[in-house]
């Protein structure tokens, strides 16, 4: 099982960024995706997560809600986060996690099977 997180970067306060998550070795369909973050002495939190098992539906955490969409592209088993109107507070590593039993990405972490190896977003002001 990969998953490989790619496009981080550096931007200014305002910018956007697309984050692309790259994944194998599991069923793609089947499992709930998400995208967390992280910064240094901070637990890690979701943002964003696709759920197969309930219709389908994508949730987003209250704090990038409206500015981040989360797409994703079947055929290439892959991921997406558009993050627009990026704040200095949304500075963080990025990763994306999987897990199969559609309990999904908001109750904690611990829950996630498969995790990438992150990837950074710097945003300055």
């Known amino acids: 099982v990969q998953l490989v997180e790619s496009g981080g970067g550096s931007v200014q306060s305002g910018g956007s960024l697309r984050l692309s998550c790259a994944t194998s070795?599991?069923?793609?369909?089947?499992?709930?995706i998400g995208w967390f973050r992280q910064t240094p002495g901070m637990e890690r939190e979701a943002i964003a997560c696709?759920?197969?098992?309930?219709?389908?539906?994508?949730s987003y955490d209250a704090s990038v809600k409206g500015r981040f969409t989360m797409s994703r592209d079947n055929a290439r088993n892959t991921v997406y986060l558009q993050m627009n109107s990026l704040k200095p507070e949304d500075t963080a590593t990025y990763y994306c996690?999987?897990?199969?039993?559609?309990?999904?990405?908001?109750?904690?972490?611990?829950?996630?099977?498969?995790w990438g190896q992150g990837t950074l977003v710097s945003v300055s002001s």
């Open positions: 070795g599991f069923r793609f369909g089947e499992h709930v």
């Open positions: 696709f759920i197969p098992m309930m219709g389908a539906s994508t």
């Open positions: 996690a999987a897990e199969a039993t559609g309990n999904g990405c908001f109750d904690g972490d611990s829950g996630m099977d498969y």
